[in-house]
């Protein structure tokens, strides 16, 4: 089967995106043969860049080797069509062999950040009942018995970049041939699950989305509408593959397109980002708003040489001077897109011929061929007049692109999600749209925090918070910074007889990082007496954001 882009000025968008349905939404889509040995042998996936800029490529037809011993690894570890398994890596060629051979077993990725701490990471392997977990020995010690981590797990470890150990990743590709029954790719059907990606909200625990293989029709309708990625492009999307938009984008998309995608393993600095640009010649670039603030403030840049074609932005909404910067030393006006890890992108200032409009200041484009969206009015499910401001929502039976149904095992959670007819999917995000089709984003309404690209849940955080025996209560908010576009600030009631100081504020921003994530730790806290709340007990944080103005 042909896996080549088909656009061209003279095919319909709406035709192509029937032609992705018809390609994975099928009763017997098999993700190996659609991500990977469709594919030539000897194209390129991937081009992995180590630190200090040396690279290797890796083929289809490694891919499809290594993938295939992988699998029948897992075979033997008892992993079945439908199990969990996780992953804890970086960047690297191990990540992408371990990625192919779930997916070749027919078994779920669940994704695990690399800043997670054991407390975050234990609860999305409970939650997924994940049998196997794959991580990088740098991150092994975070799987170590603890007060989070049961000493008698359920799963099983395999181990990438350490080949000393029986169990690990490349003791078992030397164990295997690849010709096992265990190796043989597993069809699944449109319906069938590639992935579980798990995303905080404001109040419990993180919700899991569950990524069908038809999902990649959205996602290669992407990469051609939105991102425009074409066969003589050097594409680079600098996100993390433990969130959407680097798992949809920096790895399924392109697998599903047959196009070469750099993943750089090492982590992010603006001196490194610009070598890998002029080393690599990047002509088509996609990162969060951060990534460009970064390199506009770093003193010691220099664009020359630097020759991009496209650039492209999602996870937070742009401001204004990263655009005329960008127009100004990259020689290329950055595009904003929206999207959630629920449904992947779907209103975006597209990139390709023929789909492609003038940039609105302010705004985040337009609806993507495949997609309808629509502004609701707030107080009921009807779409409200250009310019009015309401809920962003996508209209279910007109974009057959949607492949989102419902957060697994929480249909109260769902139902929040959809219209009681279900007509409409809600995306908890408030906007306008202006008689063009123009969307421009206003505010969140369920107060995730969005730094760097990153969705954080402030209830993930306070929950943390409230371990010091010195906390009684605590509430995070996000607040604006120019380099991240959030940071967390924590509002704090402390116990009786306790008090506050700039010890204990190291204490507690250690803490987060400790028990949550690296990333996530509020950059001020400030010790209150109470905490707004309704009269129901719930924390008001917009007063929190209002009195912080």
Known sequence: MSTELSTTPNTAPEARVAELLARFDTPDACAADLLCDGHPADAVAFTVVEPDLSSQDIT???????????????????????????VLMGKSADLVVALLGIWRRGAVHVP????????????RLQASGAKVVVVDADQRAKLAPSEDIPADAPWRTIVAGDSADEQSLTALLDRYTGDEPGGQAVPLGGDGLLVQLFTSGTTGTPKGVPVPIRALASFQAYLEFGLDVRADDVFW???????????????????????RSILLHAGFSPARTWQVMREFGVTNFAAAPTVYRSLRTDTSADPAGIRLRRASSAGEP????????????????VRDHYGQTEHGMMIVNAWADGVR?????????????????????????????????????IEVATSPLMWFTGYTGAPEK???????????????DAGSRDADGAFFFSSRDDDVIIMAGYRIGPFDVESVLVQHESVAEAAVIGVPDELRGEVLEAFVVLRPGAS???????????????KFAAHAYPRSVHFVEQLPKTPSGKIQRFVLRQQRR
């Open 60 to 86: 289809y037809g490694r891919l499809r080797r290594d993938s295939a011993k992988f699998a029948a690894a897992l075979a033997d570890l008892g992993v079945a069509p439908g199990d969990a398994v996780a």
């Open 112 to 123: 695990l950040f690399t800043a997670f701490a054991p407390p975050a990471i234990a609860l």
């Open 237 to 259: 999307n600098a996100a993390d593959p433990g969130w959407a938009y680097g798992l949809y984008y920096a790895i399924l998309g392109p697998l599903a397109a047959g196009r």
């Open 318 to 333: 742009l401001t204004p001077e990263v655009v005329s910067w960008s127009e100004r030393e990259l020689g290329v006006t």
């Open 357 to 393: 409009d003038e940039i609105k200041p302010g705004s985040m484009g337009a609806a993507l061929p495949g997609w309808s969206a629509e502004v609701l009015y707030d107080d009921r499910d009807d779409p409200a007049p250009a310019g009015t401001a309401g809920r962003i929502a």
């Open 414 to 428: 769902t139902a929040e999600r959809f219209t009681a007819d279900g007509r409409w999917y809600v995306t908890g």
């Open 500 to 514: 506050g100081g700039d010890e204990l504020v190291t204490e507690l921003q250690q803490l987060v990082k400790r």
